[in-house]
């Protein structure tokens, strides 16, 4: 048995590992894993060419000082690192769905009315920015118009419909993945990859908001969605009041951990009552983001 010195190449950057020529490609792969931070499984070793069988050690396949490794990143890897990029950006734009919800005022004008039938009553318009719109003076939008409802989203008429459409999808009261939705502008269904502007939509303009039958059948998961939401909120507007006692020193610390432990319950039964929600959409990961958010709070107090 002899140790030999061989240079690993991943990408742009390289670096020189010494090891013993007994070691199989097996152990070094997951040597060079650990050191990457990839999930087990997320690389392959190349060398000489090809890769080859975690058993094999390198000296079976004449590995010597001064040979080279290339490192790449199976499917595997790749699809663990869309899902932490897709977790980020959902966690970004929780944050700053909060900020905006904190900024904005929801307006429901219901009818005024109390003897008008409900066929009659007047449609409850929504004043909404959504998701990262920029607080500023001039904001161009649009209204959606869902059965008795109306919603006003802002958007930029250069915007694509799909990003009308999850945009969307985060306004309480929909309720839908933006998959599943469908809008009708002037008797015409508007495609995803189109712009607004094309089909001729201007700032103010009303587009009706349809749902597609997997929506229907999805109903009962966003209700139950709906109401995990609900106490969502709760949750985490009653973890902050505990904080915001704690940071004035207005509980001793029996009380707070009395208070802790009744939120860590809370949260837990939440937990798991999304884990056993079939639905796997926006909303649920947006919620799960959310629960990161409590947990995190609840582990400072």
Not at 113 to 126: E, L, T
Not at 151 to 156: D, G, K, M, P, Q
Not at 167 to 175: E, S
Request: glycine share 6%; charged share 30%.
């Amino acid at each position: 048995m002899s140790d030999l010195t061989i240079t690993v190449i991943a990408g742009k950057k390289g670096w020189e590992v010494k090891v013993s020529s007994d070691i199989t490609f097996g152990d070094l792969r997951t040597q060079i894993e650990e050191k990457e931070g990839t999930v087990a499984g997320g690389l392959r070793l190349i060398c000489k060419g090809r890769s080859h069988p975690d058993h094999l050690k390198l000296s079976e396949v004449g590995v010597s000082t001064g040979s080279k490794m290339m490192v790449m990143r199976t499917s595997k890897q790749k699809e663990q690192e869309k899902e932490q990029e897709k977790r980020t950006k959902l966690q970004s734009d929780y944050k700053s769905l909060s900020e905006l919800r904190a900024q904005s005022s929801v307006i429901s004008k219901p009818s005024t009315d109390a003897g008008a039938s409900s066929s009659n009553a007047k449609p409850v318009v929504r004043e909404i920015g959504v998701l990262g719109d920029p607080q500023q003076d001039c904001v161009t939008s649009v209204i959606l118009i869902q059965g008795k409802n109306k919603y006003r989203v802002n958007i930029e008429m250069t915007e694509s419909v799909v990003v009308l459409k999850q945009k969307a999808a985060f306004i309480d009261g929909i309720n839908s993945k933006a998959s599943n939705m469908r809008l009708l502008f002037k008797g015409k269904f508007l495609k995803d990859e189109c712009n607004l502007s094309e089909y001729g939509v201007k700032d103010g303009s009303s587009l009706m908001l349809l749902f597609n039958a997997k929506h229907h059948d999805a109903k009962d998961d966003f209700i139950e969605m709906g109401s995990i939401k609900k106490k969502l909120d709760e949750l985490e507007a009653k973890t902050r009041s505990v904080a915001s006692q704690a940071e004035h020193r207005l509980l001793d610390s029996v009380d707070l951990a009395v208070k802790k432990s009744e939120l860590q319950d809370i949260f837990t039964r939440l937990r798991d009552n999304l884990s056993s929600v079939r639905s796997e959409d926006e909303r649920r990961a947006s919620m799960e983001c959310q629960l990161d958010v409590v947990e995190e709070l609840i582990s400072r107090l």
